[in-house]
């Protein structure tokens, strides 16, 4: 038996949802263990392009069954849509998809919330209304899957919410979207049908893979955004509202920490960040725009653009250390191709030190200033490479340098968006 975390290791758009379609066709189960669909995995299988929200990307291969665990904040709507989507090309989902009883669900009150508190502005939020539902979750005020099943309890939590979110709009002084007992009503029409269609798809996650565990069967537990978007370890309040590292495969899907007995880093050949928040390395003016270009650097879920820059093993290190990282993926690497050069941040310079470490205070990490190494780069397009040897001698240098600087071994290579686009990285003894 076997339980494999995927983790970002930057701030998300690593790539991960290629990587866990990647592995998920050797898996009993795929689970996804937090966030909401403010993340989007993009999988190319052929000429199809299928981009998820909130169903895991093992969902597009016939082994394995997928859970939504208690992690996940969910919006119906929205996941109905999902499933409707991918029944329509030929998913199979009865009997494969199961969603957890205690998961939070997102309702429209929560999108409400996030623009009245102005959180869409402070962090760029994709508006989803994930971070209000984390919110009533931490103040125990939340509604799960289980009470939306029940028509009795979901109209009593539904009266709760509508007095507080219309209390809430009174003291800021603005009218809410829609009149309170409008959409109170709506609300609960809405939702009972939504709940009734779920209902088949609801269960006891937890149950479920205690007793595949028992069975010996493999999972893989598939996470949202990236290590440094984490609301504890992240670059703090520019955060998502959930923990994005590996030890939130534990408690969003209720394994024990145990259990998970490899964790594999996804890591971009360079950096790119969303939103507001410091990014040390990042890239300005032509030389960012080029990089943003080459690479598609505009979000699944929004379209906005991403910032963009070069690598930092800085950043890359802290997170081996706090996933317990055992393998890496290096995606995008054929995004660097026509470059005479390449720059790895290597340290950072901080009020007249040098340090290793990514600081906890974010105003400190504004005031970091990277400390390059300058490598040669490669011309050659590497999209149609699938052996590392026939991988240009600098683009193996650069992947090499990565791994001495990290402290984890590279052990694949995406070179493009395709399921076939994979090089598999020998050990450094074998190469």
């Known amino acids: 038996m076997t339980v ?5 290791c930057q701030w998300g758009d690593e790539g991960k949802g290629k990587i866990v379609d990647l592995m998920a066709r050797r898996m009993d189960w795929v689970a996804r263990y937090q966030g909401g669909a403010n993340a989007g995995h993009t999988v190319v299988v052929g000429r199809q392009k299928y981009v998820l929200h909130l169903v895991p990307s093992g969902i597009l291969h016939p082994k394995p069954k997928c859970i939504i665990g208690h992690g996940v904040v969910v919006d119906p709507a929205y996941l109905l849509e999902e499933l409707d989507g991918l ?13 957890s009883e205690g998961a939070h669900a997102i309702l429209p009150y929560h999108k409400w919330l996030e623009t009245l508190d102005g959180q869409d502005v402070r962090v760029g939020t994709t508006k989803r209304g994930v971070g209000p539902a984390y919110q009533d979750k931490m103040g125990r005020t939340g509604i799960r899957m289980y009470e939306l099943l029940d028509p009795k309890r979901l109209r009593r939590r539904i009266d709760e919410h509508a007095e507080r979110v219309e209390r809430a709009f ?6 809410p979207p829609q009149p309170i007992e409008a959409a109170r009503t709506e609300w609960l029409a809405t939702y009972s049908g939504l709940a009734h269609r779920l209902r088949g798809f609801v269960a006891d996650t937890v149950a479920l893979l205690a007793e595949a565990r028992e069975r010996g069967e493999k999972i893989l537990c598939e996470g949202a955004q990236g290590t440094f978007l984490d609301v504890d370890l992240g670059t703090y309040p520019f955060v998502t509202s959930s923990t994005t590292t590996a030890s939130g495969a534990a408690f969003g899907l209720g394994l024990p920490p145990s259990a998970l007995t490899k964790v594999v880093g996804i890591c971009k050949a360079y950096a790119t960040r969303v939103g507001e928040g410091p990014f040390p390395t990042e890239l300005h003016g032509e030389d960012g725009e080029a990089l943003r270009s080459q690479g598609g650097e505009f979000g699944a879920t929004t379209g906005r653009p991403r910032r963009v820059g070069w690598l930092d093993l800085v950043q890359l290190r802290q997170a081996v250390r706090i996933n317990g990282v055992t393998s890496i993926v290096l995606t995008k690497l054929d995004v660097l191709s026509g470059r005479s050069s390449l720059e790895i941040a290597t340290r950072y310079r901080a009020d007249g030190e040098l340090r290793s470490y990514t600081p906890t205070d974010v105003e400190a990490l504004e005031r970091c200033e990277p400390v390059y190494e300058t490598v040669p780069g490669w011309e050659e397009p590497l999209d149609r490479i699938r052996r590392y040897a026939d991988l240009p001698l600098t683009a193996r240098r650069y992947i090499e340098r990565i791994e001495d600087g ?9 070179v493009g968006s395709g399921r076939n686009q994979i090089i598999t990285v020998p050990s450094r003894a074998q190469r």
């Open 4 to 8: 494999t975390v995927v983790v970002g």
């Open 87 to 99: 029944s329509t090309r030929d998913i199979a989902l009865e009997g494969r998809l199961f969603l």
């Open 170 to 175: 009174r003291g800021a002084g603005i009218a």
């Open 406 to 414: 990290c402290g984890a071994p590279i052990r694949t290579v995406s």
